[in-house]
């Protein structure tokens, strides 16, 4: 066989040489709300599962749950839902081939951040005021 | 046939092997679930906050309605799915080592569907009793 010649492959810099901007901070915050509701789903499974298991179960995964810290989690988890379901129709959004120019990119992601808080305070209003 | 220009690495080369051709597939097995989530979420999100600090009683009679039930198995089903495909691009952007991320993907499939089956063993179980 002939000798190989290896080719130098470019690497391309990494995060801490970027200036920070609103389109690169809401990229990582889907990855990163992705990730936190990925181990969210064991307290969703975990409360389940207690509710299956009879009143005494559910009674102290409630007692948890119903903590000031257990809504806090329960508040933080909603808004990493609906912020990372804001960042999937942006992306739906450029599957369709729309809002590549850097204004209306910059604008979505702005956006992102205003329209998922208020749709979490929203949904909270809603399901509260349902109960 | 190949230049020296080439992106390919030399040990893809030598393997002559192009993608696993299932990349199709998965982008939209994700945007699929993607579209579900949409509606399954908010809806999943609207059931778990109106029951805090609900009494069993009343958690049972929400969760049990085969209404409510239907729609939590969906979302548990769609929401793994996508979870599972989200964490799996994840792993394969920081995981280099090839055993471990095989492992990594593996175990990722594993959480995958206990967390599924916990979920929907719990809510079948809710809505017919025993």
Known sequence: MAEVKQAARPLSPHLQIYRWSWTMAMSIAHRVT??????GTV???AWLVAAASGPAAYDTAQWVAGSILGRLVLFGYSFALLHHM????RHFVWDMGHGYDPQTRMNLAKYSVAVSGGLTILVWIVALALR | MHSNSSMRTPLGRVRGLGSAKSGTGHFWLQRVTAVANVVLTIIFLGVVISLVGRPYQAALAVLSHPLVAILMLLFTVSGVVHMRLGMQVIIEDYVHGEGLKIAAVMANTFFAIAIGAAC???LLKLSFGG
Do not use: D, R
Request: aromatic share 12%.
């Open chain 1, 86 to 89: 804001v960042g999937g129709l």
């Open chain 1, 43 to 45: 307290l969703i499974a």
């Open chain 1, 34 to 39: 992705g990730s936190a509701l990925y181990l």
């Open chain 2, 120 to 122: 929907v063993f719990a």
